[in-house]
Nanobody, 112 residues
Framework: QVQLVESGGGLVQAGGSLRLSCAAS????????VGWFRQAPGKEHEFVNP?????RFTIDRDNTKNTVYLQIDTLKPEDTAVYYC????????????????WGQGTQVTVSS
């Protein structure tokens, strides 16, 4: 049974940091790219781009633990959203529709 389980979300003050985890099981983890998306209330899923110019997002992967991490620094209120990890074959993509497996999400709330 394929599972992606996110954890590490919570309530944090603006300027703080969070490290989210995504633990995978039930598929050949090393053959899949795992990306992060977020969805704020009333908005579409948004790809969390680790290569964004602002550099606040860092993604790390530990294949020995089948886990991917998302580090978010200098959190802002506009980062408030449910954060999801998702897996797809091949390389990372910003397209929501290319991902095969999804986690249930973890809530991140940033207070000002």
């Amino acid at each position: 049974q394929v599972q992606l389980v996110e954890s590490g979300g919570g309530l944090v003050q603006a300027g703080g940091s969070l490290r989210l985890s995504c633990a995978a099981s039930g598929f050949s983890f090393s053959n899949y790219a795992v990306g992060w998306f977020r969805q704020a209330p009333g908005k579409e899923h948004e790809f969390v781009n680790p290569n964004s110019a602002k550099g606040r997002f860092t993604i790390d992967r530990d294949n020995t633990k089948n886990t991917v991490y998302l580090q978010i620094d200098t959190l802002k209120p506009e980062d408030t959203a449910v954060y999801y990890c998702a897996a797809k074959r091949g390389s990372l993509s910003g397209s929501y529709y290319e991902y095969d497996y999804w986690g249930q999400g973890t809530q991140v709330t940033v207070s000002s």
